[in-house]
């Protein structure tokens, strides 16, 4: 079973009135990631971040890990198996206004497929509290 299917599967049963399932479900959360991605890669103050990852495998991996966190935060099944935030970005050198731009992406993306406010404000919040974690450099 792919990895969509066993989150839809584990939220019909135990999440079924999350957030997550209230959007659409896996597959609606992976296509916001989709296209969060391709934002940030077509927008010059954040393609540079990834270009490298683009090499490796067309950022396969970094989605799925982006699809099960934002599965977790809208209260889905909880299947993350990546590095904590700060580990993941500790070396980036990620400054402010970095941040300000992927949230704002993030943000804007989840908006464009119709999210409802009340979601986009907790997922708004989340983003905000983890920024300590992400941002390493003054400038
Ligand atoms: C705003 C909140 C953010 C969240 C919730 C977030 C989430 C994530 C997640 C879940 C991963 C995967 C970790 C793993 O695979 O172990 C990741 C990796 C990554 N993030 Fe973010 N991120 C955020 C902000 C940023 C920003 C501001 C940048 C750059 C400007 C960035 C660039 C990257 C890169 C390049 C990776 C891959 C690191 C690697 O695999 O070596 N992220 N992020």
């Known amino acids: 079973m792919s990895f969509l299917a066993e989150l839809d599967e584990v939220a019909a049963e135990k999440h079924s009135e999350s957030p997550f399932v209230a959007i659409g ?5 992976s296509a916001v990631v989709e296209e969060f991605y391709s934002r940030l890669l077509a927008d010059p103050q954040t393609a540079g ?9 067309g950022l396969a991996a970094l989605k799925r890990h982006q699809v099960l966190l934002l599965a977790k935060v809208l209260g889905g099944p909880d299947h993350y198996d990546g590095r ?3 580990a993941a970005h500790g070396g980036l050198d990620i400054s402010d206004a ?7 992406h993030l943000l804007t993306t989840l ?3 119709k999210v409802p406010m009340d979601i986009l404000q907790a997922a708004d919040s989340t983003l905000r509290a983890v920024k300590p974690q992400i941002v390493t450099i003054e400038a």
């Open 25 to 29: 479900g896996a597959s609606a959360v």
């Open 49 to 57: 971040f990834f270009s490298a990852l683009v090499e490796i495998d």
């Open 84 to 86: 904590d935030l700060g």
């Open 98 to 104: 970095a941040y300000q731009r992927v949230s704002l």
């Open 111 to 113: 908006h464009d497929f």
